[in-house]
């Protein structure tokens, strides 16, 4: 049985400006949130996404993502045009929340690596001519990284939707640091699709959540898959910058 699941990828951009450094954090976080939705059965899932421009409806990027086994989550993006232009792999097999993963962005030959050990060892490129940054972390039941946070969604979905906060430590790759964020059920955007289940993602930091917009992410109350994301993104275009985007999420059995 195949199904089709559309899911985003934020990646942090590396912006010259202060300003610009603070939206990365929520490029970042952006990420973990919108990969998997997966049952026990998730391997057997194919999936398909398409990022617009919020204002003009273009296309900017289409993910296609593949489980070819139990605990391994495979994505592919691609141009407009249909060229790949960047990989990503994680494996979940020694944690649901925290998974190890391999990204490659072609746009801008950025690299990252995230790797369990009896910690979890980072490294990152921003570019193909930058130096490779390295850092490493304890695992604690906060730490979530990267897709990893749409499994924290689903383990925790009865307080979530019960309008019970919740706080993470998001690993930030192009930081190479953790920043807290909370997570928290709202009443849904007019944009977003109705009869969902819809939630707030923002820094718990009161500085940077004026700086920063919030994400916003609407659920199938009974599937609990993502059906939307509306916010900014996690793929850089050709300039290095990271943009808004307002992807759909759909399932084809």
Same mark, same amino acid.
């Given at each position: 049985?195949?199904?089709?699941? &559309?899911?985003?990828?934020?990646?942090?951009?590396?912006?010259?400006?202060?300003?610009?450094?603070?939206?990365?954090?929520?490029?970042?976080? *952006?990420?973990?949130?919108?990969? @998997?939705?997966? @049952?026990?059965?998730?391997?057997?899932?194919? *999936?398909?996404?398409?990022?617009?421009?919020?204002?003009?409806?273009?296309?900017?990027?289409?993910?296609?993502?593949?489980?070819?086994?139990?605990?391994?989550?495979?994505?592919?993006?691609?141009?407009?045009?249909?060229?790949? &232009?960047?990989?990503?792999?994680?494996?979940?097999?020694?944690?649901?929340?925290?998974? @190890?993963?391999?990204?490659?962005?072609?746009?801008?030959?950025?690299?990252?690596?995230?790797?369990?050990?009896?910690?979890?060892?980072?490294?990152?490129?921003? +570019?193909?001519?930058? *130096?490779?940054?390295?850092?490493?972390?304890?695992?604690?039941?906060?730490?979530?990284?990267?897709?990893? &946070?749409?499994?924290?969604?689903?383990?925790?979905?009865?307080?979530?939707?019960?309008?019970?906060?919740? +706080?993470?430590?998001?690993?930030?790759?192009?930081?190479?640091?953790?920043?807290?964020?909370?997570?928290?059920?709202?009443?849904?955007?007019?944009?977003?699709?109705?009869?969902?289940?819809?939630?707030?993602?923002?820094?718990?930091?009161?500085?940077?959540?004026?700086?920063?917009?919030?994400?916003?992410?609407?659920?199938?109350?009974?599937?609990?898959?993502?059906?939307?994301?509306?916010?900014?993104?996690?793929?850089?275009?050709?300039?290095?910058?990271?943009?808004?985007?307002?992807?759909?999420?759909?399932?084809?059995?």
């Amino acid at each position: 049985m195949k199904r089709t699941l &559309f899911l985003f990828w934020a990646l942090l951009p590396h912006s010259r400006n202060s300003v610009m450094s603070d939206r990365a954090v929520i490029v970042i976080f *952006a990420s973990l949130i919108v990969m @998997s939705f997966l @049952s026990n059965r998730a391997f057997a899932l194919e *999936a398909e996404g398409r990022a617009l421009d919020p204002k003009t409806k273009v296309l900017l990027y289409t993910e296609r993502h593949f489980f070819p086994a139990p605990q391994v989550h495979e994505v592919r993006y691609f141009e407009a045009d249909g060229r790949l &232009f960047a990989t990503k792999k994680l494996d979940y097999a020694q944690s649901s929340n925290a998974p @190890s993963f391999e990204q490659l962005n072609e746009r801008q030959g950025e690299v990252i690596s995230v790797k369990h050990t009896d910690k979890i060892e980072l490294q990152y490129r921003a +570019s193909s001519d930058a *130096a490779t940054k390295s850092a490493t972390f304890n695992v604690s039941n906060k730490l979530v990284i990267d897709a990893g &946070f749409d499994r924290y969604v689903r383990e925790h979905w009865s307080e979530l939707v019960n309008r019970k906060t919740h +706080s993470v430590d998001y690993l930030v790759p192009s930081r190479q640091t953790t920043v807290e964020f909370k997570i928290k059920r709202r009443t849904c955007l007019d944009e977003q699709i109705s009869e969902s289940v819809c939630f707030e993602v923002k820094p718990s930091a009161w500085w940077l959540s004026l700086l920063i917009n919030p994400l916003y992410l609407a659920y199938d109350e009974t599937t609990k898959r993502l059906v939307r994301f509306i916010g900014r993104g996690n793929i850089a275009d050709k300039n290095g910058k990271y943009q808004t985007v307002d992807i759909y999420y759909q399932y084809i059995e």
